[in-house]
């Protein structure tokens, strides 16, 4: 047994009596880790003064009414799911879908199986995001950052690159409908979301601003008949990109101006 | 949990009683005053009453008890860093302990070794020594992975040790 076994068995909360003859023997033998042991036991033993138990108590009983716990977390995920898919199939329903009809069956099944994936797996860190202690491994979070890049990649790999003269009025027109289509998607995920108790806001912020994304991006490869790869990325790809950045900054914002809790409708 | 979601008074009292020495301890390995942590305490009660219905039965209690108390210090601390910065003529005042208390400096002499440790390393000793959480419990608490925070709490052992040895030394 040497040091850094020992700090394997510091890991658990077990005291040293219970530990094995070995870690016992280095802890008589070792003044350094008998040291660091006797160190973090006497402030376990005497820092906790008595909490002010009777007025937390009071201030919780009073007033205290029967709660609904949070749906489980697959259902939280497909209903935010939904907000982002059904606000882009909706709202493509009502404007006509030219874009998926000029699609052909591979690149239709791509594009759109592409985007229902990288909705769920948004929709399932949301979820995640609303309760506190289900944190995830930041390779998770990180790996999120991915879906604007690979969109933009695949449009560009999937479309004949030939921008035409009236590029900036079809890109002004479509990024205009994809902004309201993402906005209304936002409004959809703030109600399903508002019973949530979020510790990162901006962790918050990057699945609602990716999710609204993909509701939007949706609406336009459903209802955009222009299969141009710079068109593709600028507008419908390009919104994507914008509020995966804006997400995160405005849950940050709204964390920083913010000490509420975010829990309208708690006692529901 | 489940009995304080369904307004049980008795369970509610439980709770608050066996939680709170763990969250108590967690704040004070932050905090330079005992008065400063028993606010952080009582400011996570708060929240913890308003989001307790985001607590799902059957999952272990502490890792959501203790995500919202880290929360609740982040924001504690964003709150005294904007305070600090509006009150510049308090900075030249002395630092006083609260009246009627010792500072904590002088009940744990630990406090000060443990400020030495780096933000990240001090977080992991005050969740997986002081609060009893296991190594999967903070992971999940911090987000981050088993592996990581292993690594964070044997470096931060061999840092204390250290500073032990060189404090023994000094004897």
Not at chain 1, 123 to 144: C, K, N, Y
Not at chain 2, 98 to 118: I, K, N, T
Not at chain 2, 143 to 167: C, N, V
Request: hydrophobic share 45%; with cysteine; aromatic share 8%.
């Amino acid at each position: 047994m040497n040091c850094s076994a020992l700090d394997n068995l510091l890991d658990h909360s077990v005291p040293p009596s219970a530990w094995p003859p070995a870690a016992r023997e280095h802890l008589n033998s070792c003044p350094r880790c008998r040291s660091l042991e006797e160190t973090l036991s006497r402030f376990l033993s005497t820092a906790t003064p008595n909490p002010p138990y009777a007025a937390i108590t009071q201030q919780l009983v009073a007033g205290l009414v029967p709660v609904r716990p949070l749906l489980p977390m697959p259902a939280r995920a497909l209903g935010f799911f939904l907000c982002a898919a059904g606000t882009g199939a909706l709202l493509a329903s009502i404007t006509g879908n030219r874009g998926w009809i000029a699609l052909d069956p591979p690149r239709r099944a791509v594009i759109f199986l592409a985007a229902m994936i990288a909705a769920a797996v948004q929709a399932t860190l949301f979820a995640m995001e609303m309760e506190p202690g289900r944190g995830f491994a930041p390779a998770v979070r990180h790996a999120r950052w991915l879906t604007p890049a690979v969109f933009a990649a695949a449009s560009v790999i999937l479309f004949p690159w030939a921008p035409d003269a009236d590029f900036l009025s079809h890109w002004a027109l479509c990024l205009g409908r994809a902004g309201g289509t993402a906005l209304v998607a936002l409004g959809a995920i703030y109600l399903a979301a508002r019973r949530g108790y979020f510790v990162d806001f901006r962790r918050a912020g990057a699945a609602v601003g990716l999710l609204a994304g993909l509701g939007a991006f949706v609406s336009q490869e459903l209802y955009c008949p222009i299969l141009e790869a710079a068109h593709v990325a600028a507008s419908h790809v390009g919104l994507l990109l914008v509020l995966s950045l804006a997400g995160p900054l405005l849950g940050a914002a709204a964390n920083h101006h913010s000490q509420a809790i975010p829990t309208a409708g708690s006692n529901a | 949990m489940e009995a304080y979601q369904q307004a049980d008074t008795d369970a509610t009292t439980e709770l608050v009683r066996r939680a709170s020495p763990p969250l108590l301890r967690y704040f004070l390995g932050h905090t330079k005053s005992v008065a400063e942590a028993e606010d952080l305490l009582q400011d996570t009660w708060l929240r913890v009453h308003r989001a307790r219905h985001t607590y799902r039965p059957g999952l272990r209690v502490l890792p959501w008890l203790f995500a919202i108390a880290d929360h609740t210090r982040i924001d504690g601390y964003r709150k005294w860093a904007r305070t600090r910065q509006r009150e510049v003529a308090v900075d030249q005042l002395p630092d006083l302990p609260p009246p009627g208390r010792a500072p904590a400096s002088a009940q744990f002499d630990v406090h000060g070794m443990l400020e030495q440790l780096p933000e990240g390393q001090r977080e992991v000793i005050l969740l997986l020594k002081f609060s009893g959480l296991s190594l999967e419990e903070v992971a999940r608490i911090k987000g981050s992975t088993t592996g990581a925070i292993k690594l964070k709490a044997h470096r931060a052992y061999e840092t204390l040790r250290s500073m032990l040895s060189g404090r023994d030394e000094t004897k």
